[in-house]
């Protein structure tokens, strides 16, 4: 863009009125709301409705453990990460707290198992598969044990008739596991060739993945995803075999794929990941992930759908249309679900709601907490190699608001954040307001002011962002560029994650937070 260009795109945005709002968006559903507004998925009359955890929550392992359920999701590049919910009845979820503070990379797939009265969850990151093992459900869990299993993601964990275990794998391939589950035994080995979907087909790949291993009555069931976790809408499916051995032979579902979006249209697109479970009152059901129709942006939502067993010793699914009202598992008790985003300061959240994004090894030491103010050693240069803290958001539509004390040598900022190079907010340091846009900073929009305190609001309106700002907490003043930010998710910008709301800090000073507040939008 030519200086003149900028000068003149400069003016326009500086006098321009609030932008044309966008045609009314379709009416949603009558979710749930509960603390702050969010979206939740028990609408407190018997039935409940997708998802039961809105935002990026995807491939969930879920374990029954009495009447406790705990659940658990791929965290990627967010620590502290690999964070524990509870419920019990399904449908309604507390966070417990994170199982893994150390960076390991990319978090995928993951299975949580227990085992013999011990905890383990088996972590796919880097090059390899880990292992980390606890007594109690929360924590502490153990230090990342390697399994040095090389070019293997979505362990599903098994235990065989003669009682040894086994690590599943995409593929699907197999390993044996030691007795105590800490090591591996053998090599991996190919142990079935998955059922294929017709030619014809609109699928990403046929990727068979995320191998769920279950044992009831004389059958083990195999449940897994083909076809590709993104991609075209129809992508992601879920099928299933059966063998009366964990050595195989393995026979197909004769319904495969059992779970499946055949249209765009759909309110639920590339639904798979599957694992099953029992309900609260001796019923089953599955959980599983998908992307909502035109939210891309909110990643991989966790959905749960009721399935009923046949007399031949299959399983199918009965959910119908997720984009209606199902009813709720029976006998299951209500916690209360999820929790307040707004944060005081008072405590710290690290693990539960705030989370590093690609931090170094020794993030944590960026910290200094006093109650009421979260003070933020600043790291690289822009919010490219900040390590930015952001969290998941579950509604189609938000307001974020912060007050940063910008110290000498610093800059603070509110941002949208999908990855280092999808993100978009604005940012001050002592002598000046930032504006990001298009993934980088728009240098010619720089602004001089002087600033010690401020206090920044971000809202997200269906993918329409504004910013606010103000110096004093009173006058508040519109950012004059507003940003259309649908395009920032996987199929665009890689990753498998989701755009969050993010603070970064950087320079060489120190950004002091207070004082955050979030509320959704009806």
Not at 169 to 179: A, C, Q
Not at 487 to 496: E, I, P, R, S, Y
Request: charged content about 20%; aromatic content about 12%.
């Amino acid at each position: 863009m030519t200086a003149s260009r900028r000068t003149a795109l400069k003016t326009l945005l500086a006098g321009a009125a609030v932008a044309p709002q966008l045609a009314t968006a379709a009416a949603e559903p009558a979710w749930g709301r509960g603390i702050e507004g969010q979206r939740k998925a028990d609408l407190g009359n018997g039935t409940f409705l997708n998802p039961i955890l809105a935002g990026d929550h995807p491939d969930p392992t879920i374990i029954k453990d009495g009447d406790d359920y705990y659940m658990t999701f791929s965290s990627f590049l967010a620590y502290p990460g690999v964070i524990i919910w509870h419920s019990q009845d399904l449908v309604n979820w507390q966070p417990i707290g994170p199982a893994l503070t150390k960076p390991l990379g990319s978090i995928w797939a993951m299975d949580l198992v227990k085992h013999n009265g011990r905890y383990f969850i088996y972590i796919p990151a880097g090059s390899s598969i880990y292992v980390i093992w606890a007594d109690n459900i929360k924590g502490p869990w153990s230090d990342p044990i390697d399994l040095k299993i090389e070019g293997a993601i979505d362990p599903g964990h098994a235990v065989g008739e003669d009682g040894k275990r086994y690590l599943f794998v995409n593929g699907v391939r197999r390993i044996g596991l030691t007795d105590d589950g800490l090591a591996t035994i053998g090599k991996l080995e190919k142990v079935y060739e998955p059922w294929r979907y017709p030619q014809d087909w609109v699928v990403e790949m046929f990727a068979p993945e995320g191998p769920k291993l279950l044992k009831r009555g004389e059958w083990f069931y195999l449940v897994m995803a083909v076809g590709g976790t993104s991609g075209p809408p129809t992508s992601h499916m879920v099928i299933a075999a059966r063998s009366r051995s964990i050595h195989g032979p393995w026979e197909n579902h004769p319904s495969n794929p059992l779970v499946r979006t055949k249209s765009a249209d759909e309110k639920w697109w590339s639904r798979g990941h599957a694992s099953l479970v029992e309900g609260p009152a001796g019923d089953w059901w599955m959980v599983y992930h998908g992307y909502e129709n035109g939210y891309r942006t909110l990643g991989r939502q966790c959905l749960l759908e009721p399935i009923e067993w046949t007399k031949d010793g299959w399983f199918k699914a009965k959910g119908g249309d997720l984009s209606k009202p199902l009813p709720t598992p029976k006998k299951g008790k209500a916690v209360p679900h999820n929790f307040a985003k707004s944060d005081d300061f008072q405590t710290t959240r690290f693990g539960v709601q705030w989370s590093f994004f690609n931090p170094g090894p020794d993030e944590m030491k960026r910290v200094q907490h006093t109650p009421g103010t979260l003070a933020i050693q600043g790291k690289g240069t822009s919010p490219v190699d900040s390590s930015p803290l952001t969290f998941i958001a579950g509604d189609r539509a938000y307001e974020a608001t912060i007050t940063m004390d910008i110290g000498a040598d610093a800059e603070g900022g509110l941002l949208l954040h999908y990855s280092e190079r999808a993100y978009v907010g604005i940012g001050f340091t002592p002598t000046q307001m930032k504006t990001f846009a298009h993934s980088q900073e728009q240098s010619w929009m720089r602004e001089k002011m002087d600033v010690s305190t401020v206090h920044i609001r971000l809202k997200n309106d269906r993918h329409i962002v504004t910013f606010h700002y103000s110096l004093d907490g009173k006058q508040w003043t519109q950012h004059p560029w507003q940003m259309e930010v649908s395009g920032l998710h996987h199929n665009v910008f890689g990753g498998f994650a989701s755009l969050q709301p993010g603070i970064y800090s950087a320079g060489t000073g120190v950004v002091k937070l207070r004082d955050f507040k979030y509320r959704a939008l009806a």
